[in-house]
């Protein structure tokens, strides 16, 4: 996902962060490294669903059908 976004790879996307937030779901992170890991996919989740729920270009991201 980059400034140009479509629909199709938005939702592709989300679909691939969200099985890795299933994936390491259970994992018991016992390190910086693994907090920062689920933090990142977080933050891809919301950065992909509010990508998703924008139905306009703002600034240099914008929308292609």
Do not use: M, P, Q, W
């Not at 693994?34 to 600034?59: F, H, P, Q």
């Amino acid at each position: 996902v980059g400034a140009v976004r479509k629909r199709e790879e938005l939702k592709e996307a989300l679909s691939e962060v969200s099985s890795l937030k299933t994936k390491y779901s259970d994992c018991n992170f016992e390190n910086e490294t693994g907090y920062t890991l689920y933090s990142a996919i977080d933050t891809a989740l919301v950065i992909i669903n509010s990508a998703i729920e924008r139905t306009k270009s703002i600034g240099s991201h914008y929308i292609e059908e």
